[in-house]
């Protein structure tokens, strides 16, 4: 398609009209004929972990696997949609490397490729887009301005790092516990980790400015008071954090409800229901089904504004709240209204609750945290390894831990940085129990650079002498970058290009497939999850055995 104008395209809205950088066009059901077939597509994931990436309308699209994890990473209503889709945006690349573009301004939208047509529609409702066409770069920055416009509630704007006025203060720099120790941490193993941190039989103190307590702290998902791991209780942990000069961060996942919690057992009308009345499921993960908060039901929001209140009154200034997508579930709600706007009501409930405390979003739909919180996760997990056979080729899961995922999905997810701080989640500096190259750890920790958002889970007393140098480094500087193109920066005096590392994994061969089926259907099974789990908390204790703290 060289050289397209915006004459060629068949504009079929209610109402169209210009804007700077392109058109805002308006309807619950817009589309755009294009006047060939495209090239590529740009998948936009629905929450953080989702994949979001350019990838080949050639290449076939399947269902998400396994089908217990799909509510858990993508928005579960588009999960078997075969055509090219994704949420709220998506744009095509013709010939000429410039790319046609239709992306909603408001919430529950979608975006699909129907043959020759780039198709957006709203779920309920009727709403705005913009239509562009052009250079990627340009227009998602034109794209981040009007959604900006849309999506800062005036009563937020004065905090620091919700954009007001173009200034975004630089975010924190972490340290969090969840890639090194996953849920077997416990208030010894943090305090010893802690005073390593400023060890004086070192040259280099670690200046992480926040001390997050990630996942294991908790009695329960839904009983979010600390567990036998920590009987010092929270308040202590934070002191101690304090006393180290840092800022105390904690995890927690406040609109998951597991079976065993009080919510689950007293108030199951506070849980999003079905259209039969029965419970939404929000996925499975710790060995249990878990469900989902109704943030429309006032005395489910009452008890959210308590919990975060609860956080800050331990001493906490940093909350990473994850899986959150559970809030914005398709369900019927206790007060009627559309899904994400039911999510974004609990979410300011969250915020005005939590007040200065630093709200880092998790596991989140992107748009409809925009406004509300001080950072986004915008890519999948990290890990001590780039690719996993098992995620790439057997369940061909996008949103599964590893480097490449992560840099993928985070790459293209950039433009964000306008709107709110943008987590790539941590990077790696050890090499104890980590297979990435170096050349990976770099890329991972360059990309920390360019979305200026610093952690780690290293353990510093594994680290050597070079390596712990290095994270102090990594820590104090901030070079100096340039985007240069889609995929390449300047970054200092090098220039880095992620292109040939985040291309789709090839197809699997047949052999794979069928395999990957097996595994999946396996991967369904309660039983099956509940001894993988077993079987990674025994293995990470046993390293950990192995290599003390
Ligand atoms: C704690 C972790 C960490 C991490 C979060 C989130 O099974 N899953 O699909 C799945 C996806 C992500 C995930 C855990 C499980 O990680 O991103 O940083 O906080 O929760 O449990």
Request: charged residues 20%.
């Amino acid at each position: 398609m060289p050289g397209i104008s915006s004459e060629q395209i068949i504009i079929h809205a209610e109402r169209t009209s210009e804007t700077e950088g392109g058109r805002i066009i308006s309807g619950s059901l817009v589309s755009l004929l294009l006047p060939s077939v495209p090239l590529r597509y740009l998948y936009s994931g629905w929450q953080s972990w989702s994949l979001t990436s350019w990838v080949d309308i050639s290449r076939p699209v399947r269902p998400l696997r396994p089908i217990s994890q799909r509510s858990r990473v993508a928005d579960p209503d588009y999960v078997t949609e075969s055509r090219p889709n994704g949420s709220w945006y998506g744009a095509v690349e013709t010939g000429d490397g410039r790319v046609i573009f239709l992306g909603a301004l408001g919430l529950e939208s979608h975006v699909h490729l129907e043959d020759m047509s780039l198709v957006g529609h709203y779920e309920t409702g009727s709403g705005d887009w913009f239509f562009a066409i052009g250079d990627e770069i340009e227009i998602m920055e034109r794209y981040a301005e009007l959604l900006g416009e849309r999506f800062t509630p005036s009563e937020f704007s004065d905090r620091s790092s919700i954009k007001s006025g173009g200034n975004i203060t630089s975010p924190y720099r972490v340290w969090c516990s969840w890639y090194s120790l996953l849920t077997t941490i416990s208030e010894n193993m943090l305090l010893k980790i802690l005073s390593d941190m400023d060890s004086s039989t070192s040259d280099h103190s670690l200046p992480f400015d926040v001390f997050q307590i990630d996942d294991g702290w908790q009695a329960g998902i839904g009983n979010w008071e600390p567990n036998n791991k920590f009987p010092s209780g929270m308040v202590n942990m934070v002191a101690s954090i304090h006393s180290s000069g840092r800022k105390a961060g904690l995890w927690l996942a406040p609109l998951l409800i597991s079976p065993p919690s009080s919510v689950y057992q007293e108030h199951r009308d506070w849980l999003l229901h079905g259209e039969n009345g029965e419970l939404v499921s929000a996925g499975f993960n710790w060995g249990e089904p878990l469900f989902a908060l109704d943030t429309t039901h006032p005395s489910a929001l009452d008890w959210l504004a308590a919990l975060m209140t609860k956080v800050r009154t331990w001493g906490f200034e940093y909350a990473k709240l994850d899986f959150l997508y559970a809030g914005a579930l398709p369900g019927k709600r206790h007060v009627d209204m559309p899904r994400e706007t039911a999510f974004r009501n609990g979410l300011s409930i969250i915020r005005k609750a939590l007040g200065n405390t630093y709200l880092l979003t998790c596991g989140t739909p992107i748009l409809p945290s925009l406004g509300l919180c001080d950072g986004i996760r915008i890519g999948p997990d990290s890990a001590g390894y780039f690719t996993s056979r098992l995620g790439d080729t057997l369940l061909m899961n996008f949103a599964f831990p590893g480097g490449r995922n992560v840099v993928r999905t985070t790459l293209n997810r950039l433009w964000l940085k306008e709107l709110v701080h943008i987590d790539p989640d941590v990077v790696y500096f050890t090499s104890r129990q980590n297979s990435l190259s170096l050349e990976q750890k770099s890329l991972l920790q360059n990309l920390a650079q360019i979305c200026n958002f610093k952690g780690t889970s290293d353990i510093p007393s594994w680290l050597t002498a070079a390596e712990r140098q290095s994270l102090h480094v990594f820590l104090e500087t901030t070079p100096e970058i340039r985007r240069v193109g889609r995929t390449t920066f300047q970054i200092d005096d090098h220039l880095l290009d992620y292109e040939s590392h985040i291309g789709m994994p090839s197809l699997p061969n047949a052999i794979s497939y069928i395999l990957g089926e097996i595994v999946s259907r396996l991967a369904d099974l309660p039983l099956v999850m509940r001894l993988f789990e077993f079987y990674s908390d025994f293995a990470l204790k046993k390293i950990l055995k192995q290599n003390p703290l």
